[in-house]
């Protein structure tokens, strides 16, 4: 697909669940062993109750989504900047789906502007977001 193809209101999707593996990989690859993550006793008692998986995991689900909407043969993509709101905790087993849609397109620059959103199983939303992405025609 080329950055002609990307119209306004083109949407993608993604989901996947939030495994021990996953939660301990991410873990070590960032170095943030927080207990909140990571000790099952120590949150029982805080407000959550359990652990919560950690809200950069939780909010990388939108870049995989990005990666799937827009690349292809013909094009890359890459994001230029973001804000993010995250909402709620993600428990380990939750299944997490993320929503992408172009809502600004900038031709001159091959630039579009996208929102995202992630829910849960529960349709709860855990995460709010803006993008603002390059297509690179490669």
């Given amino acids: 697909m080329r950055y002609e193809d990307f119209k306004i209101g083109y949407k993608g999707e993604f989901s996947m669940t939030i495994t021990e593996e996953k939660n301990k990989q991410f873990g070590d ?14 949150m029982k008692k805080s407000i959550f109750g359990r652990r919560a998986t950690n809200g950069f995991l939780t909010e990388s689900i939108i870049g995989s989504t990005l ?21 709620a905790p993600v428990f380990i087993g939750d299944t997490i789906t993320a929503t992408v849609t172009v809502k600004g397109t900038y031709p001159e620059k091959q630039r579009l502007l996208c929102d995202a959103i992630v829910k ?3 349709a709860a939303e855990v995460v709010k977001a803006e993008f603002l992405v390059k297509i690179l025609e490669v």
């Fill in 29 to 42: 690859l960032v170095g943030d062993h927080n207990p909140v993550h990571f000790d099952e006793k120590r």
């Fill in 67 to 87: 990666v799937k909407m827009f690349t292809s043969e013909d094009s890359i993509v890459i994001a230029l900047k973001k804000e993010i709101k995250l909402m």
């Fill in 120 to 122: 849960k199983q529960d």
